[in-house]
């Protein structure tokens, strides 16, 4: 079967192209190179040589897409790499699995991000994280460098992306960067990249970016002074909806808007004036009794003659509120404040006028306590005080029931 190897005449490319004989057929010009014809007619090169004393048969390709000139020009270079005392088919192996575990190591930026997000969603406080991750993301990063390879990705390429936002979108961008440093952080961490993260700061990108805090303005809260809440009380009484009994009620309060659109009927003792916000709805974690006035009640009663819906102030079609709703009634009303506004709105009230201890405001506002000492002391919620607490306030913003 096949010719035994040796000095074969040269063949030309039309010579080559007739040969049917099954086996080995060397063509001659590079020694050891033939052409295999298998059982099935196919055709294909091979070099047969000796390396460290073994016999080996390496494949340089299929004919006729391989042709005979481009089958000696890989004998050649084999033959060279045999002269050097290398196994040109084991360089070929390591070749073939560096490339392999290179495209197995080739996701691009935008694919890191979506399993850095799948990867971490679960320990995330609720959805919407994971929301103003994948938009800021997408909106920011994904144009310019979501479809570079995840370990292309360097400090020209971060830059490109924040540079253009840092002085104009200043805490938006700063948030961006965190999170390109974390996505490529895990891809470092699984072996998608090496070397230092491009997106890091301190000692890297904060020599080449202005610190965000010396040129981000700040954007307090917008308040109104609570010298006017009692005519502003008066006129949000006069408007109509649901969104305008919630931000009564989370005036009220003194809540955070998500807390009250996320309320629901089972969180209410309206026999005793008390509303138990769970743990997992609370910022800081940990559950929180909310004394009511009565004009809190009275919202509540109303709304549960008109609710068909788990929440206190459901949206119109059964789910909850947006967090734009509450938003959109103060501006109809062309108020310049904002719903959480008000929760400074009433910290600066009752600091100014009344004599209430700060930690009595503070707990009413679910603030954690900072100094471990008086969160020693203080274990309880000052729940009783707090009971008149929220009724002066509503007293004082002129909502208390006729």
Not at 25 to 35: D, I, K, R, S
Not at 97 to 102: D, Q, R, V
Not at 146 to 172: A, N, S
């Amino acid at each position: 079967m096949g010719q035994k190897m040796g000095k074969a005449k040269e063949m030309g490319a039309l010579e080559v192209g007739r040969i049917t004989r099954r086996g080995m057929n060397f063509v001659g010009g590079v020694a050891g190179l033939g052409m295999n014809v298998n059982s099935g007619g196919s055709r294909s090169w091979i070099l047969r040589a000796r390396v460290g004393g073994v016999r080996r048969d390496m494949g340089l390709g299929g004919y006729p897409d391989v042709t005979l000139a481009q089958a000696r020009e890989s004998a050649r270079a084999a033959r060279q790499q045999m002269r050097l005392g290398l196994d040109p088919i084991e360089e070929g192996k390591t070749m073939r699995s560096a490339l392999i575990a290179s495209r197995a190591a080739a996701i691009t930026f935008t694919k890191a991000a979506t399993l850095y997000i799948e990867a971490h969603e679960e320990s995330w406080k609720n959805a919407k994280h994971r929301q103003q991750w994948e938009n800021t993301l997408t909106t920011y990063a994904k144009p310019k460098i979501g479809t570079l390879q995840v370990r292309d990705v360097g400090v020209p390429q971060v830059l490109d992306v924040l540079e253009p936002i840092w002085k104009t979108k200043t805490e938006t961008a700063s948030r961006l960067r965190g999170r390109i440093e974390s996505v490529l952080d895990w891809a470092i961490a699984r072996g998608y990249r090496d070397g230092p993260n491009p997106a890091r700061w301190k000692g890297h990108l904060d020599t080449m970016l202005p610190a965000p805090g010396k040129i981000a303005k700040t954007d307090h809260h917008r308040a109104l002074p609570y010298a006017k809440v009692g005519e502003f009380m008066a006129e949000l009484r006069q408007q109509e909806g649901t969104g305008a009994r919630a931000l009564e009620f989370t005036i009220l309060t003194a809540a955070r808007s998500g807390e009250v659109r996320g309320a629901t009927w089972a969180e209410f003792d309206l026999d005793n004036a008390l509303w138990v916000v769970p743990a997992e709805r609370m910022k800081a974690k940990k559950e929180h009794r909310v004394p009511l006035s009565d004009r809190a009640v009275e919202l509540l009663q109303a709304q549960m003659k008109i609710s068909h819906s788990d929440f206190a102030f459901p949206a119109p079609k059964g789910g909850m509120l947006s967090d734009m709703t509450l938003t959109a009634v103060l501006r109809r009303m062309k108020v310049n404040a904002v719903p959480h506004g008000f929760r400074s709105t009433f910290r600066d009230w009752a600091a100014e006028q009344t004599d209430y201890p700060n930690e009595v405001a503070e707990m009413a506002l679910a603030h954690a306590v900072g100094n471990k000492v008086e969160a020693a002391y203080r274990r309880g919620d000052l729940l009783e005080k707090r009971i008149q607490l929220m009724q002066d306030w509503a007293t004082f913003a002129g909502t208390t029931a006729n």
